[in-house]
């Protein structure tokens, strides 16, 4: 300890007793948890004053000509031998030539080194990759994606002892081995740190030698790629009753790899996740025994596991779902901006209905700001960070919105969105909703402990340093660290309640903002809330401590308020790259109206029911005296974004990029055709309706058009009752035991539907 100080000794020291006494003190796995990844963008939300030049600063995330290849290449051949309908209905499974392509081509390798055989890809080329995947077969983007998430590989490539990554990483990355990770348990799963799968370090008998190893026993479900994995990462824990490696009984979370032809081990039966068939299932395993050699890490490394599963989240939790969202949310603005303007009822496109536009436009927006999040996150996991907080933030809110886009996809397509069959183009995305919701750590769990409980310790300023000092064995080490980090936190805190009135009294109108165009007043307004935030953030700290992760739906609001700040930076921030494109306008504003309305909304909530209610009186007099004045989106903003699906147009083509555009006779292809041949006929239609003649003969007999566009209108006719045709099967197509009664044969239950089409 340095010498006297009259603050440390005579102020610090009696709160930093109280402090030790009062405050639980962080479990292993809570600890681990936080101290994974680092801290980016969202240290400067909670700030209060986010530094704008660092962000716009920020190199936007491209591919190399390799990654460009290898999208137009494979990627794009992949896309062409998908058939999702056979896949999910007929085969159950991918087709082995799918298969054998994806082996081929590596795409189980994108994150593996170049030096081991794998792809080395960025992590926006993967995310590239499973975007476009994702568009054609939720199925391929889910076995494509599995591998390069958190599993084998990318815990080998952190944590695996060079011998180790010598032998598995080659062949993982050409296939010859094929990984999954089994966390889950029946009895863990958000809490998934309560497995009671575990391993006894014992004697045994491994490839005919005596060796000291680990007897395993587990029950684990829901593990995708489980029932084909020939390698199971495994998380349990080890326990050493016999002393055999250390002083220590309970040694700890700990992640081996088990081949799964080792004897003792079930794995092959499968789950049906919400009728998608990529490969899920359940496996146990019965005293496996493996030697330390199969640890990750080696022998060092037991009793670590959770720590590095927690790192390996941190970045991974940030690729691949979101791709997978953000790609549902561009899909879904595509074809229904396109269905809505081909489909007509009451003699007029349904996208002419104001409540139609009011859906379209809130998907139009939600594929913008999808993609602009995507984008920034890639591009900061591939600057090196592996920021948590912000990649808990994007599994939670990209797969939020995907279920509002879905909804609203279905919603405008009607019937023709709920009838199966090969013609469907929305079905199976809307299925894989709640896959998304569910894993990588459930959304509800999500949203205000892993957002905002962890994001309040981690990437506050303060908090963190200020717990690790009360933590500290050496207490008058900790007592000068907790003096410095606490005397800091009241000066930042002060400063920030004054900065978050006067911003709040001002409507923003002195608040520092780059030089932005038509975009300066939302960087002015977000540094606003940033500071109201912060200071509630302040406030919530000071009056509920620790009781404050128990406040699950204040903590829960807090992270909604932090999301927004982040999603809408990110449309800030793409709006910038993408050269202030002035058609994108109405899509930024729809962004920031309605994020700036939940933000209001949400700090307004979270004061209505803050325990402390003297604390909630004053921080309503300083961030909100005349209430939440905020009303979202106007009606004439909705219909411009609106439009912006509705009409060919370069606005539309970038809010859409990257998706499959498949030129074969899919739902989607045939959609796309007919959107062309709508919007190219619009004028002709257009002079028809205004003179109330709805059909062709009768308007070819008025005189109102010529031959030459009777043609064009029927064949434009044809084209949209393609679309809008949807599927119908016999009935011993769908019921195999109809087809036994009729038939007496079962050899071929799932025949092929009767596709409808106008032609017919
Ligand atoms: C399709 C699919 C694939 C999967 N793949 C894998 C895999 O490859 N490997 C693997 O190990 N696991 C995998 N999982 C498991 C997945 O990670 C778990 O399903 C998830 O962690 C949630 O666990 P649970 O389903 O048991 O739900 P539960 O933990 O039982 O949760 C039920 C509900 O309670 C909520 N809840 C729980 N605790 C809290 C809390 N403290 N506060 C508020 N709410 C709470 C949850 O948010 C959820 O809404 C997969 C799951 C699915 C559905």
């Not at 912000?390 to 009607?414: P, W, Y």
């Not at 023709?416 to 090969?422: A, H, S």
Request: net charge neutral; glycine share 8%.
């Amino acid at each position: 300890m340095s010498e006297f100080s009259w603050r440390r000794d005579w102020l610090s020291r009696p709160i930093f007793r109280l402090a030790r006494r009062v405050l639980p003190s962080l479990s292993a796995t809570e600890r681990e948890a936080i101290e994974a990844g680092d801290v980016w963008w969202d240290a400067d939300l909670f700030s209060g004053d986010p530094d704008w030049a660092k962000l716009l600063a920020t190199p936007p995330a491209t591919l190399s000509p390799q990654e460009q290849a290898f999208l137009d290449g494979p990627v794009e051949e992949l896309c062409g031998m998908l058939d999702d309908w056979k896949i999910t209905w007929e085969l159950h499974d991918l087709p082995p030539e799918v298969w054998d392509f994806l082996k081929a081509h590596r795409f189980f390798a994108m994150i593996i080194p170049e030096a081991y055989g794998g792809l080395g890809f960025s992590a926006y080329a993967h995310s590239e990759v499973i975007r476009k995947l994702s568009t054609r077969s939720i199925t391929a983007a889910v076995t494509a994606m599995v591998p390069n998430s958190l599993g084998p590989g990318e815990l080998l490539m952190q944590f695996g002892t060079k011998a180790q990554q010598d032998y598995w990483l080659p062949r993982l990355a050409d296939a010859r081995e094929i990984p999954c990770f089994g966390l889950t348990s029946p009895e863990a799963g958000s809490d998934a740190a309560s497995m009671v799968d575990s391993g006894i370090v014992c004697r045994g008998t491994y490839q005919g030698r005596e060796i000291v190893g680990i007897k395993l026993n587990w029950h684990k479900r829901y593990i995708t790629l489980g029932p084909i994995a020939t390698v199971l990462g495994l998380a349990f824990k080890l326990y050493d009753p016999d002393h055999l490696i250390g002083a220590r009984e309970e040694v700890g979370i700990t992640v081996a790899l088990v081949p799964t032809n080792l004897p003792g081990v079930e794995i092959g039966r499968r789950h049906l996740p919400a009728l998608h068939v990529f490969q899920n299932g359940p496996n146990r395993g019965r005293d496996v025994f493996i030697p330390f050699d199969n640890v990750i890490g080696g022998i060092e490394q037991v009793g670590k596991g959770w720590k590095m599963l927690m790192s390996a989240l941190a970045a991974g939790r940030g690729i691949s779902l979101p791709s997978l969202s953000a790609a549902a949310a561009a899909f879904a603005a595509h074809v229904t901006g396109a269905y809505a303007s081909i489909r007509e009822q009451f003699h007029v496109p349904i996208a002419s209905f104001e409540a139609i536009q009011e859906r379209l436009g809130r998907m139009a927006a939600t594929a913008y700001v999808l993609d602009a999040a995507r984008r920034l996150t890639c591009a900061a996991i591939d600057q090196g960070h592996k920021p948590a907080v912000i990649t808990a933030i994007m599994k939670a809110q990209a797969t939020e919105r995907m279920r509002v886009s879905a909804n609203d996809a279905l919603d405008v397509h009607g019937g023709k969105g709920v009838m199966e069959g090969p013609l469907n183009y929305l079905g199976a995305l809307y299925r894989a909703v709640p896959i998304g919701i569910t894993v990588e750590g459930a959304n509800i769990v999500t949203r205000g402990l892993i957002q905002f409980g962890q994001g309040a310790i981690r990437s506050h300023p303060f908090i963190l340093k200020e717990m690790l000092a009360l933590e500290e064995s050496d207490q008058a080490r900790g007592l000068d660290e907790f003096d410095r980090a606490f005397w800091g936190h009241v000066g930042h805190s002060l400063v920030n309640a004054f900065r978050a009135w006067g911003r709040s009294w001002t409507l923003g109108f002195a608040t520092p903002a780059p030089p932005a165009g038509a975009a300066t007043e939302y960087f002015r307004q977000l540094g606003r809330y940033s500071s109201a935030f912060a200071l509630a953030v302040d406030m919530a700290l000071l009056t509920l401590g620790g009781s404050l992760k128990r406040h699950e739906m204040i903590s829960g609001r807090f992270g909604d308020v932090l999301s927004e700040l982040y999603l809408l930076s990110a449309v800030l921030k793409r709006w910038h790259d993408e050269g202030r494109q002035a058609a994108d306008l109405p899509l930024v504003e729809w962004c920031m109206a309605s994020g700036f309305a939940a933000i209001e909304m949400r700090l307004g909530e979270i004061m209505a029911n803050f325990p402390n209610r003297p604390a909630a009186w004053l921080l309503r007099f300083l961030l909100q005296p005349f209430g939440a004045r905020r009303r979202g989106p106007s009606d004439k903003l909705t219909r411009a974004c609106a439009a912006i699906l509705t009409e060919p147009s370069a606005a539309r083509e970038r809010l859409t990029v990257d998706i499959y555009r498949a030129a074969d006779d899919s739902g989607v292809a045939r959609l796309d055709r007919a959107f062309a041949l709508v919007t190219a006929i619009k004028p002709l239609r257009d002079r028809l309706r205004q003179a109330h003649v709805h059909d062709i003969a009768a308007a070819r007999q008025r005189g109102l058009i010529s031959d030459d566009e009777a043609d064009q209108l029927k064949a434009v006719q044809l084209a949209v009752a393609d679309v809008v045709a949807v599927d119908d099967f016999a009935a011993e197509e769908i019921s195999p035991r109809r087809a036994v009664r009729t038939q007496g044969d079962v050899s071929s239950p799932a025949a092929s539907p009767i596709r409808s089409s106008a032609a017919e």
